[in-house]
């Protein structure tokens, strides 16, 4: 009887494009770029960074006294928040993941959710949820009505968030993938001091473990 030795398959995303193999790889996604926004324990330092317009815009909302709340999301109670930026995404035309993705996060690591409301906290002007994990927390999802853009809610939600995870050993905010078709949106990040980093493309590996040490091993900081 002929023995055949099993096929291993490892899905990796390497830090540079010299790091794969390139026999055996198969390319599944294409590579991208995502905004990454460094926090500072001095506050400062991270006024510094802003964009002039984008500054002033945080400043007026704060000087407007718009209250601002923030408290791990809440799986049963939120809902009907989670239901508004669906709606939202309809409108727009883009995509997000599923709810039961948030909703499941949340009832895993309650304490990994953190959601930012802007006005009555029973029926906020804007919302900014994000997700921790490890050093750096992720912008997840977001909702804002007229009132709250006109009151540039998000301006003064982001710089909330940026505060309070500076605070509590985060390093930096993943405000999301770069939008060519929504400047408005990429240039919101890059104004609140964010800087674009690349994306390799994630590919299938058809090869053994051995030949991964290299990419294992790896110290070099993204």
């Keep these: 009887m002929s023995r055949f030795s099993p096929l291993t398959l490892w899905l990796i995303a390497p830090d540079q494009p010299d790091d794969l ?28 960074a802003m964009q002039g317009k984008w500054r002033n815009r945080m400043r007026r909302a704060a000087r407007d006294t718009l209250p601002i709340h923030h408290r791990a999301l809440d799986p049963l109670r939120d809902k009907p928040l989670l239901d508004l930026e669906i ?6 035309g883009y995509r997000a993941l599923p709810t039961a993705f948030t909703l499941a996060w949340a009832r895993a690591a309650p304490g990994a959710t953190r959601l930012f409301l802007a006005g009555d906290p029973s029926n906020p002007l804007a919302y900014m949820l994000f997700l921790r994990h490890g050093s750096m927390a992720s912008y997840h999802l977001g909702w804002s009505s007229p009132a709250g853009r006109h009151a540039c809610a998000h301006n003064l939600l982001l710089w909330t968030a940026m505060t309070h995870y500076s605070a509590t050993q985060v390093t930096h905010l993943n405000l999301g993938p770069s939008t060519p078709a929504n400047q408005g949106l990429d240039h919101f990040k890059t104004g609140a001091g964010a800087q674009i980093r690349r994306i390799e493309p994630t590919y299938l590996l058809t090869r053994g473990p051995s030949t991964l040490l290299p990419l294992a091993f790896r110290r070099d900081p993204v």
């Design 21 to 48: 193999p390139l026999s055996g790889a198969y390319r599944l996604t294409q590579p991208g770029s995502e905004h990454i926004l460094p926090l500072s324990s001095d506050g400062d330092v991270m006024l510094a």
């Design 87 to 92: 709606s939202q995404r309809r409108q727009r």
